[in-house]
T-cell receptor, first 111, second 113 residues
Framework: DAKTTQPNSMESNEEEPVHLPCNHS???????IHWYRQLPSQGPEYVIH???SNVNNRMASLAIAEDRKSSTLILHRATLRDAAVYYC????????????FGQGTELSVKP | NAGVMQNPRHLVRRRGQEARLRCSPM?????VYWYRQLPEEGLKFMVY????????ESGMPKERFSAEFPKEGPSILRIQQVVRGDSAAYFC???????????FGPGTRLTVT
C-alpha cells in the first residue's frame, strides 16, 4: 500500500470549516483514498472514501486533486465532537483487506 | 442494526495467563479484522479472517497469538502466556466484503499485570 503524509496536528474553531490535507504522491491507479477517524477512547470510524471524483456524505466532503497526488477532507462546520485523530489511508481496490494506519492528524476544536 | 460488538471491554490478566477476546461482526458481515493499538502508538493490523478461513495474518506475532472465525459464533483472538508488552487496546472490525468500508467495535483494553 502506498504511503500518505499528513500534518501531525491541526486546530480549528467550533462552527468553522476544517480542511485536513493528505499527500499521496505515489498513489497508483487502483488505490482508493479512505478517511477514518478515531475519537478519544473509541474505535476508529469510517468517514468517507473516493477514487477520482469529489465525494460528499453526511459527515464530510472529500476533495481529490486532479492528479490524485493529494486530497483534502472537509468538515463543513466543526463541532467539539469532531475532535479526533483523522487518518488518510490508501487502499488498493483490487485487493482490499487490511487498513494500514499512519500517524494521522490530531484535530482539536476550540469552543 | 447492532454494530460490531466486542467483549469484554476491559480484561486484566496476570503474566502467563491466557486472554480470549471476542468479536461479533455486524449482521450480514462475513469479513473480520483485528487491530492492536499499543499505548501512545498507532493502530496496527494483525489478522483478516473470513468465515472459517484466515485470509491474511501478516500482522500477527509469530508466537502465542491465534485467531479464528468459526462458522457459528464470534471471532476469537487468543493470546497465550500473556506478557506485559501485550497490554494494549485490541479492536475488531467487520465489513460486508473485502474491499468495503470497515466498521470497528469499541475495543477490548487488555492489561497484563
Amino acid at each position: 500500500d502506498a504511503k500518505t503524509t499528513q500534518p501531525n496536528s491541526m486546530e480549528s474553531n467550533e462552527e468553522e470549516p476544517v480542511h485536513l490535507p493528505c499527500n499521496h504522491s505515489t498513489i497508483s491507479g487502483t488505490d482508493y483514498i479512505h478517511w477514518y477517524r478515531q475519537l478519544p477512547s473509541q474505535g476508529p470510524e469510517y468517514v468517507i472514501h473516493g477514487l477520482t471524483s469529489n465525494v460528499n456524505n453526511r459527515m464530510a466532503s472529500l476533495a481529490i486533486a486532479e492528479d490524485r497526488k493529494s486530497s483534502t477532507l472537509i468538515l463543513h462546520r466543526a463541532t467539539l465532537r469532531d475532535a479526533a485523530v483523522y487518518y488518510c489511508i490508501l487502499r488498493d481496490g483490487n485487493q482490499g483487506g487490511k487498513l494500514i494506519f499512519g500517524q494521522g492528524t490530531e484535530l482539536s476544536v476550540k469552543p | 442494526n447492532a454494530g460490531v460488538m466486542q467483549n469484554p471491554r476491559h480484561l486484566v490478566r496476570r503474566r502467563g495467563q491466557e486472554a480470549r477476546l471476542r468479536c461479533s461482526p455486524m449482521k450480514g458481515h462475513s469479513h473480520v479484522y483485528w487491530y492492536r493499538q499499543l499505548p501512545e502508538e498507532g493502530l496496527k493490523f494483525m489478522v483478516y479472517l473470513q468465515k472459517e478461513n484466515i485470509i491474511d495474518e501478516s500482522g500477527m506475532p509469530k508466537e502465542r497469538f491465534s485467531a479464528e472465525f468459526p462458522k457459528e459464533g464470534p471471532s476469537i483472538l487468543r493470546i497465550q502466556q500473556v506478557v506485559r508488552g501485550d497490554s494494549a487496546a485490541y479492536f475488531c472490525a467487520s465489513s460486508a466484503g473485502g474491499s468495503n468500508e470497515q466498521y470497528f467495535g469499541p475495543g477490548t483494553r487488555l492489561t497484563v499485570t
